[in-house]
C-alpha cells in the first residue's frame, strides 16, 4: 500500500511539474492579444471582438503592434457577473436513459 501511495504522489509531482512548465504565470502589466486571450482563457479573435466593441481600450505603441493592459482585463473578469440565460453557451443536460 505504501508503495501504491508514493507512485501516486510521484505521478501527481510530476504533472503538476509538466503544467508549470507548459503555462508560465503571465505578470507583465502589457499583453499582446494572443497572450490576454491565454490569460482570460478566450480565443484572440474574441480579444479582437472586445476590442473592436471597445469593451477593452487598445494601446498602440508602435504601428502594427495592439497591447492590452492586463489590469482591464481582470477588471472586466472580475465585473462578469451575467450567467449564461440560454442559447448559446448554455445547455440542458439529460441523463443517460431519459
Do not use: F
Not at 24 to 42: C, D, F, K, M, T
Not at 70 to 85: F, N, V
Request: hydrophobic share 40%; proline share 6%.
Amino acid at each position: 500500500m505504501p508503495d501504491d501511495i508514493d507512485m501516486l504522489a510521484d505521478r501527481i509531482a510530476s504533472a503538476v511539474a509538466k503544467r508549470l512548465r507548459q503555462e508560465p504565470a503571465i505578470e507583465q502589466r502589457y499583453l499582446s492579444v494572443e497572450q490576454a486571450g491565454r490569460y482570460a482563457a478566450l480565443s484572440a479573435e474574441s480579444i479582437r471582438r472586445m476590442l473592436a466593441s471597445g469593451v477593452l481600450t487598445p494601446l498602440r505603441p508602435v504601428r502594427g503592434r495592439v497591447l492590452i493592459d492586463r489590469r482591464q482585463l481582470d477588471g472586466i473578469i472580475l465585473g462578469a457577473t451575467r450567467r449564461p440565460t440560454g442559447g448559446r453557451g448554455r445547455y440542458e443536460r439529460q441523463e443517460p436513459g431519459v
